[in-house]
């Protein structure tokens, strides 16, 4: 038979099928036409912008019959994830509410919904964009002053909640206190007295909240020549601005006052009652920060003047510029074009504003945001964008923080540094080094010198030594570093006399004839162990340091070509280095002897460290005792420190939340299969494909076993007790240095605040904050074991403006 004529009668069939597919994809084509327009109104176009709204409206309006979820999705949307652009959906809702007032009624049901909705997920920016757009409704009259006043109100009874986190208490009021510039002027012409209510319960609360964490936030810890106020103190001063100027502002743009004759013409309608949902431990709350300062109105050249401090403008310039950067930050160059293009440019020194946003993000604390590189490949791009000026702001600003750099925040300073090197590293290196000649007459670990010393060691690892040297005016040879080259001591003069050279050079010619690792042990079984005579309480554990000082320095020197050298040879002789370093004291060792080989070249010492630790050559415990040991005294302030003694803590926290994360995908499976074998038991008799269907869900995947998880839930305690310890140590081993400088000071009579007591209590505060998730899990145990109330305050009141964070 033929098969295609089987199929020809169903030719009805077949057309009506297509018929069906041409509609979805119609549908599915103007589904996607309405969110262009309505996600591209307000772009550049050669229309006014009242014409297009104008024109999107009736669109809209026709269409609402056959798109209606999808537009209230949309235009719900949009708002939240474009918040400069929130007068420009609240006019087009304003538009079709007085066209359509059921549509209007539907939109403030979806608004408050989606609001509410991201109160109970935590998602704490799109809540406060959604407040927002619901305010801004009120001045297109499509909600009463009344409802939102309400809303406002019930915000601040949250605020004023007892046994609640202060960080939620503060979210709450700066929602309000952030929505007031949008809705300001209305309510003070239609609300007065219940307005300025509000403002005195907020007053109130704001005189009565602690501060304690302010500190710790801080990027300089001065506020000469401009104050590092807190972010709420700051927002109420520029509020109390507003007030004073009748809640007029010269920034927010606000299309519905040309369509005023036809929006208060509508209906409005009322929000209901929304009461925000109680605190569970669960939830996370923004922290608090300081607002940035870097330029004022003085720093600018002639032309239009930088808005005040406390001017409600600055706030919203800031606000949007953060926005553009949130937006468009995986584009340096889409964000830098962004960036530059923001409305009303004329009006402000733009670059000066770009800059010091950008500036306050990388220097934002705790952390940043993004990656550091984020922001140092912005400000390139800006460079480029506009090099008649960006360039010149740049340097102004780069000069304004190393003039400053004395009092600033130690992690900012590390910050400063990879962002200066990395920027001098696109430029050619080039910089006017003369103008900070003065530094060369301070001491060596006064902030300026180092903070010289430092950016050409980290601007080593894009270039070369002998760059530098033809770089560098010849004032600056004492900060220039040292020839990044191994010290191997068993090649250096004097080896004959040391006990293992001879053992050494046979291991080079084991190793280049391509020994493996039961040969390299052999040889290094002729070595004597100093240890076995004097240490008798070693006799459970004991080690050769011979054999690991022989093994690692000939080892990583045979490997110094390159870093993959290195690599290849710590895993071709992984086993060798496992049997060496059986316990901490061992790879305590090992870390010592790459450290004498290496000690002038920092990166190759960051990446062996971190290789160790990937290949479970020593543990996370073992880099902190190192770092802390007596051997490294003269590292202690350098900055690659740190950066091993960081990357150690975040390879134990990453191995904690792989195993944490392994755990719970485990027990949801054995849940879920627990629960398909309990109902396929009851449908059994009623099913016969029951059987099939268990074997099809046991094939899609290994079911893991009561034991296994148990198992599992075993290591991830493991793994939280190592954490745990791993803190402990480095937070004894910080009090026990800093109580010993502080007590010998105070027996001789000496000032305490030396430039390295700065250095190790800013590096102590560092560890607090770069790690701050974690080290919150063992705030109380930190209390009890080591913060304790008889611990010089010098100290404890870093670890309580750290809990005062999320207090």
Wanted: proline share 5%.
């Amino acid at each position: 038979m033929n098969r295609r004529r089987a199929y020809e009668d169903d030719g009805d069939f077949y057309g009506e099928r297509n018929k069906k597919r041409r509609r979805v994809s119609e549908n599915q084509e103007m589904e996607e036409r309405l969110e262009t327009l309505i996600l591209r109104v307000g772009e550049n176009s050669t229309s006014s912008l009242e014409s297009n709204l104008e024109g999107l409206v009736s669109v809209l309006e026709s269409d609402l019959g056959n798109f209606r979820s999808k537009i209230l999705r949309i235009l719900s949307d949009c708002p939240i994830k474009m918040p400069e652009k929130c007068t420009i959906y609240s006019t087009m809702v304003g538009l079709m509410n007085a066209k359509n007032y059921n549509f209007g009624g539907e939109f403030v049901e979806y608004m408050v919904k989606t609001f509410k909705d991201s109160l109970k997920q935590c998602q704490w920016d799109a809540a406060r964009y959604a407040l927002r757009f619901l305010a801004d409704l009120v001045n297109c009259h499509v909600i009463s002053t009344n409802s939102l006043l309400q809303l406002l109100d019930s915000m601040v009874d949250a605020a004023n909640e007892d046994n609640v986190p202060q960080v939620r208490r503060d979210w709450y009021v700066f929602a309000v206190l952030s929505t007031l510039p949008w809705v300001g002027r209305e309510l003070y012409e239609k609300k007065e007295s219940a307005l300025e209510n509000l403002l005195v319960r907020i007053e109130v609360f704001l005189n009565k909240r602690t501060k304690k964490h302010h500190n710790a936030l801080r990027v300089w810890s001065v506020d000469a020549p401009h104050p590092q106020e807190e972010y709420l103190d700051c927002l109420w001063a520029q509020i109390r601005k507003l007030r004073q100027d009748n809640w007029t502002e010269k920034h927010i743009p606000r299309p519905y006052l040309a369509f005023d004759s036809v929006l208060c013409e509508a209906l409005q309608h009322n929000i209901p009652v929304i009461h925000p949902p109680p605190h569970q431990d669960s939830f996370e709350y923004p922290m608090p920060w300081v607002v940035y300062r870097m330029f004022d109105y003085t720093d600018c050249p002639p032309g239009p003047i930088l808005p005040g401090a406390h001017s409600i403008e600055r706030f919203l310039i800031e606000e949007h510029l953060h926005s553009i950067i949130e937006m468009h930050r995986w584009e340096r160059k889409d964000c830098a074009i962004h960036l530059l293009m923001l409305p009303y440019k004329d009006k402000i020194p733009l670059e000066y504003c770009i800059v010091e946003v950008i500036f306050a993000e990388l220097f934002h604390m705790p952390t940043p945001r993004y990656l550091e590189i984020c922001y140092g490949s912005i400000l390139i791009e800006l460079c480029k964008q506009q090099p008649s000026k960006m360039p010149q702001v740049l340097a102004q600003a780069t000069e304004i923080l190393f003039m400053r750099i004395d009092s600033m925040n130690t992690s900012c300073f590390d910050r400063f540094v990879n962002w200066f090197s990395y920027h001098l590293s696109n430029f050619q290196f080039r910089w006017s080094w003369d103008d900070w000649d003065s530094c060369l007459l301070l001491e060596n670990e006064h902030p300026r010198p180092k903070f010289i010393q430092e950016v050409l060691l980290k601007c080593l690892r894009f270039s070369y030594h002998d760059r530098f040297k033809e770089m560098m005016p010849e004032g600056y040879a004492k900060l220039i570093p040292k020839p990044p080259v191994p010290h191997y001591k068993y090649s250096m003069e004097g080896a004959a006399s040391l006990p293992g050279t001879a053992t050494a050079h046979k291991l080079v010619v084991a190793i280049r004839q391509k020994c493996n690792a039961e040969d390299v042990l052999n040889e290094l079984n002729d070595l004597p162990n100093s240890r076995d005579a004097s240490d008798t309480d070693m006799a459970e554990a004991p080690f050769n340091p011979l054999k690991i000082d022989v093994f690692v320095q000939t080892l990583l020197n045979l490997g110094s070509k390159s870093f993959s050298h290195s690599f290849a040879a710590i895993s071709k002789f992984h086993a060798v280095f496992k049997a060496l370093a059986e316990t901490e004291e061992a790879q305590i060792c090992i870390l010592h002897n790459m450290f004498e080989l290496w000690v002038d070249h920092q990166q190759m010492m960051v990446v062996i460290v971190d290789k160790l630790l990937k290949v479970q050559i020593v543990e996370c415990s073992a880099v902190a005792t190192w770092v802390f040991s007596k051997e490294m005294v003269g590292e202690f302030t350098k900055m690659y420190l740190w950066e091993i003694l960081h990357l150690t803590i975040k390879k134990m926290n990453q191995h904690v939340t792989k195993l944490s994360r392994e755990m719970n995908e485990a027990k949801e499976k054995l849940a879920r299969t627990v629960e398909s074998s309990s109902s396929e038991s009851e449908d059994e008799a009623a099913s016969p494909n029951a059987q099939k269907r268990r074997k099809n869900t046991e094939g899609s995947g290994e079911k893991p076993t009561e034991e296994q998880v148990e198992r599992m839930e075993e290591k991830l305690e493991a793994a939280y007790v190592d954490q745990k310890r791993l803190f402990l140590i480095i937070f004894q081993r910080f009090i026990m240095i800093l109580s010993e400088h502080l007590v010998k000071c105070d027996t001789d009579g000496r000032d305490y605040d030396t430039d390295w007591y700065r250095w190790t209590i800013g590096r102590l505060q560092q560890v607090f904050m770069m790690h701050h998730e974690q080290v919150q899990k063992y705030s109380s145990t930190l209390e009890s074991l080591l913060f304790t109330s008889d611990l010089d305050p010098h100290i404890l009141d870093v670890f309580h403006q750290f809990t005062a964070l999320r207090a």
